[in-house]
Structures are given as structure tokens and as C-alpha cells.
């Protein structure tokens, strides 16, 4: 960072707390403009006289010419700029980093190291640095992380949906289009520019979008693992916990490393764009969320708006509804900001893939659905392990119809045994698809964060009301997903009272919508159990039957 106008302060160093706070404002410019008649205000005055008194004396004795300790503190001294949130309040802010200091993130310590290494290479290290900064913010699409200039090199000047990029060099070149404000020059700004947007100069893009629009799916840092992951193919740990010592040993170790980070830049912006187009995000507009799967586009004025990846969302039987609702399925199985595999899946596939088109991108979910089903969570010799499963099958399920023993899916697919809540969520997709058409209430299901296996047939039944014998009371037949609030509440209901309950509410899966049909089902006993588990059974094992279709 250039810090070029200050050297007029010279030997005065002190430290100020700054920002809203007018009378140090003007202290710190009356101080640098050398206004030889301005009264410093006393409560500024005890530091600057401490310096004055002290520091000649220090100088002296230590034999350093005032001349060296400025051009010491001014070459080497690093001043970091941190944006603290909206309303933060900026009292108590100061206090924590006057006791305890400002602590960084680990994705903004590995930064730091990959501009090490590019260190001889300025021109190199501001393309990381706008890069990085594009794509650190998660929430916002990676187009809008670079000026408008930018975007048009970069992502084509027609709606800014596509990466003709071809390797690190080449991004560089395109990164040094002239910017259009003072918010691009990124680490080339100069100390007086940062303080003059800080007055007011300098104002955003009329055109940016709102960070709170779109919640991501996965921060930062565990993203940078992934993009790791997919780049080299090696099983590295997908824990941001990890995340320094995983990149000394992959990237930042060797005489090549500087190369190494070369291409992880390039790589990452890749990926980034990837993953905004076709990984799903939590989007607020007009007072309502939902999940949303779409791509940044500009219209015939420049500006930016959004719209679905493949076609018309609405449309019964899209495919951009059903990746939406299948990547949603993932997700809420997996919560969880570390090890999604799922989406290490498909980012691998986005990566890899020549062209990506919405029938054959659904057909890898699909297919890594199923394998992380029955090659894994319903396994009889203790499954696969994820990364074998991504990277050396590609995706492809290893289980046939064939091999599938019926008395092994039994106990597999029953109560403390269901590995992972996406044996639920998989089947629930499944029937969304199958009955999407006929069913209005089914049409409009939509995934959400369910962690409690409800019992329908309660395991400790109300008086008067005889229990299950056990394995009926845990077959697959009488469970389904619902939320853990209520399933605290109606824990103990019978299947009537929680008919009834659902009959106002929305319901939880479209497993438990089905085993809640009163035209199917007049008692929810023993033989209905069994016959929505052979039901049920038949919907996943159908999948593994190559001339059945899902649809």
C-alpha cells in the first residue's frame, strides 16, 4: 500500500483512534499539514509531548538518524484495513482491539502467504489480490466483485455469463482493464484515497447488488478446500480447521510455488463462477426466501439482474427445478459447513465438464445420490469412502438391483440404523418427482432443515392404545423426517392427532404427506407399515433399475 503524502509526519508516530470522532479528525490533518499556529486540545497533547521528549533522546542514544527510523516505519510498517459490519458499535470495537487486537481469519492469513510467494511479481499479486477479494465474499456473485470495465474482459461484454478465460496470464491482463473508481484499485489505493471514501468520496456502483439478497450455502475458507480438491484431486481434508497447514504442504511448498499459486487464482475464480451459476443459494426478495438457483445477466443498459440457470423455473417438470430440488435434498441432509461432499461432487463435475447442460449435470446428481445411498449409507460391507467415490467412479453408483439383498434393506432401513438424513431427502425427491404433476401440495413442496425421525405410530403410545411389536415400530414404513420442535411436541400423539394437526400446517416430507392419506389408509397400523415399506422400498430400489427412468 503507498503511503506516499505522509511521509511529511517524519518522526511523529502515535497511535490515534480514529473515524466519528470530528476534533481527532481535525488534530491528525492540522498535525500533517504543519499549521504552525493550531493548539493541539490537551487531552490530545500528553502522546505527542511523550514523543517529542522521548524519542530524540532514544534516537540519540541508540545512534539512529531520525532520517532511517522514517524511512524504517514507512517501508516496513503494514497497515491493514479491516471493514467492520453495519452498525457496529465503533466504542466498543476500538476497546477489543486496544486489549486484544484484531484477529484474523484463516483464509485472510493464507492470502497473505500466497502474496508471499508471488512477492517479485507486482503486477502477479495484484490479480490475486482482486481475485481473492471477488470471490471471498460468498454472497455475492464474483462478476460483482470487479469493476464493470472488468466484467466485460473478463465474462464476456454481452451479459457477463461466460468464462472464456484461458489460464493465469491471461487473467492478469485482463484484470488490468482500467478501473472505473477508486474501490477498484484494490492494493494499489493509497492511504489518502482509503481515508477519502471514508469521508464520503467514493460511493458504489449504482448497479451493485445487495449483499443480503443471496445466504451461501458454505463460507469462505471451507470453499477455498474444495476448490483445493477439485484442482488437484487429492484427498485433502475438506475442514477449514486444516485450511493453513493443507495449503503449506499442496501449494505453497517447493521451489514451484509460486506457480502453484498462479493457478490456484485461476482456478478459484473458476470455480467461484461455477458455483454461482449452478449451486444452489437461500434468496431474500420482496419479504419471502427460498431457494434459488440462477445465473447473473445484464440487460441492453448494463444492468445486472438474475435469472434461472435452465429455463423457466416454473415449468412443471424443468430441469432447473429439479437440480434446485435436488441440490436443496444435499444440503439440508448435510448442514454442516465442513466435509460436504456433495458439494465437492458436483463442483468436480462443474469443473471437468466440456460443456454443462441442465440433462446431464441433474443425471451426475442423480447418479451421486444414489451411490452415496447404497454405496455407502445402505452398504452391507461398511460402503465406500467419499473421495473413491468422486473422483476414481466419477460419480457412477457401484451397487446393482442385482446385489441387493431384500432382507439386508430391511434392517438397513430401519430406526438407528438410516446412516444419513439423505436416504429420507432422496426418497422424498424421488416422490416430489413422480407425483409433482398430480398433486398441487406436492408441487409445491420444498425442502428444509428436518433433524428429528418421527415415529408416525408413536414408540410410547397414549393409554388405551396398544404399542408396536418392535421391528414394525422401526421399519422405514412408519418413519419420516420432520422438524425437532415438532417432534418434541407431538412425540407422543397418535397418527390421527397428528393428521389432524398437519391438516393447518405444512407439512414436513412428502414420505410423511403420503403416509398421512386418508383415502389410502383408514388405520395406521401394522399391515399399512408394511405396505408403505415395500412401497417405499420399490421408489428407491427402482433408481438402481437402468431402464427406469426417475421421471
Not at 441387493?404 to 429420507?424: D, P, Q, W
Amino acid at each position: 500500500m503507498q503511503i506516499q503524502s505522509y511521509k511529511k509526519l517524519k518522526t511523529f508516530s502515535g497511535r490515534c483512534d480514529i473515524i466519528n470522532n470530528d476534533i481527532s479528525q481535525l488534530s491528525i490533518r492540522k498535525l500533517l499539514s504543519g499549521e504552525a499556529n493550531y493548539t493541539i486540545p490537551m487531552y490530545h497533547l500528553n502522546g505527542f509531548r511523550l514523543m517529542k521528549k522521548i524519542l530524540p533522546q532514544k534516537l540519540t542514544e541508540n545512534k539512529i538518524d531520525p532520517q532511517q527510523l522514517s524511512d524504517f516505519l514507512f517501508e516496513n510498517v503494514q497497515i491493514m484495513r479491516v471493514k467492520v459490519p453495519k452498525d457496529t458499535d465503533l466504542n466498543h470495537y476500538f476497546e477489543i482491539m486496544n486489549n486484544r487486537g484484531e484477529q484474523l481469519e484463516k483464509h485472510e492469513v493464507l492470502k497473505s502467504r500466497m502474496m508471499e510467494a508471488l512477492k517479485d511479481d507486482k503486477e502477479s499479486q495484484s490479480c490475486l489480490h482482486l481475485v481473492w477479494e471477488a470471490c471471498a465474499n460468498m454472497e455475492k456473485y464474483v462478476q460483482m466483485g470487479f469493476s464493470p470495465k472488468q466484467r466485460d474482459a473478463i465474462f464476456g461484454d454481452k451479459d457477463w455469463s461466460s468464462f472464456d478465460v484461458n489460464g493465469f496470464e491471461a487473467l492478469r491482463e485482463k484484470v488490468a482493464q482500467p478501473t472505473d473508481g477508486l474501490s477498484d484499485r484494490g492494493a494499489e489505493q493509497t492511504l489518502d484515497e482509503i481515508i477519502g471514501q471514508a469521508r464520503g468520496d467514493f460511493r458504489p456502483s449504482k448497479d451493485d447488488e445487495s449483499p443480503e439478497r443471496f445466504n451461501t450455502v458454505i463460507n469462505f475458507s471451507n470453499f477455498l478446500l474444495h476448490v483445493l480438491r477439485v484442482q488437484t484431486e487429492l484427498d485433502v481434508p475438506l475442514d477449514d480447521r486444516k485450511l493453513i497447514s493443507t495449503f503449506e504442504s499442496n501449494i505453497l511448498k517447493g521451489d514451484d510455488a509460486a506457480e502453484k499459486v498462479k493457478k490456484f487464482t485461476f482456478d478459484l475464480l473458476r470455480c467461484k463462477f461455477l458455483y454461482d451459476q449452478y449451486i444452489i443459494k437461500r434468496e431474500f426478495i420482496k419479504g419471502t426466501d427460498g431457494w434459488s438457483l440462477k445465473r447473473l445477466s445484464r440487460d441492453q443498459q448494463g444492468k445486472p439482474y438474475y435469472k434461472n440457470t435452465f429455463g423457466d423455473e416454473d415449468a412443471d417438470g424443468s430441469d432447473n427445478r429439479r437440480i434446485l430440488m435436488l441440490l436443496s435434498a444435499f444440503h439440508v441432509s448435510t448442514p454442516t459447513l465442513v466435509y460436504k461432499h456433495w458439494l465437492n461432487a458436483a463442483l468436480h463435475y462443474l469443473f471437468t465438464a466440456e460443456t454443462i447442460l441442465a440433462d446431464t449435470y441433474l443425471n451426475h446428481l442423480k447418479s451421486v445420490a444414489k451411490a452415496f445411498v447404497f454405496d455407502r449409507f445402505l452398504s452391507a460391507n461398511g460402503g465406500l469412502d467419499y473421495f473413491e467415490m468422486i473422483f476414481e467412479s466419477k460419480g457412477a453408483c457401484q451397487t446393482t438391483r442385482e446385489t441387493v439383498s431384500e432382507e439386508h434393506m430391511a434392517t438397513r432401513l430401519s430406526f438407528g440404523n438410516i446412516e444419513k438424513n439423505l436416504v429420507f431427502n432422496f426418497l422424498d425427491y424421488l416422490l416430489w418427482v413422480k407425483h409433482q404433476t398430480a398433486d398441487s401440495i406436492v408441487k409445491d413442496y420444498e425442502f428444509t432443515f428436518r433433524s428429528s425421525v418421527e415415529h408416525y405410530y408413536p414408540q410410547h403410545p397414549l393409554p388405551g392404545h396398544d404399542p408396536l411389536p418392535s421391528d414394525i415400530l422401526n421399519s422405514f414404513g412408519n418413519l419420516c423426517l420432520i422438524s425437532h420442535s415438532k417432534n418434541s411436541r407431538l412425540s407422543n400423539f397418535m397418527p390421527e392427532a397428528k393428521k389432524e394437526y398437519y391438516r393447518n400446517n405444512t407439512i414436513d416430507s412428502v414420505k410423511q404427506y403420503f403416509m398421512m392419506d386418508d383415502k389410502r389408509w383408514s388405520r395406521w397400523n401394522e399391515a399399512s407399515i408394511k405396505t408403505h415399506f415395500d412401497e417405499m422400498k420399490s421408489v428407491i430400489l427402482n433408481t438402481l433399475n437402468p431402464a427406469e427412468e426417475l421421471e
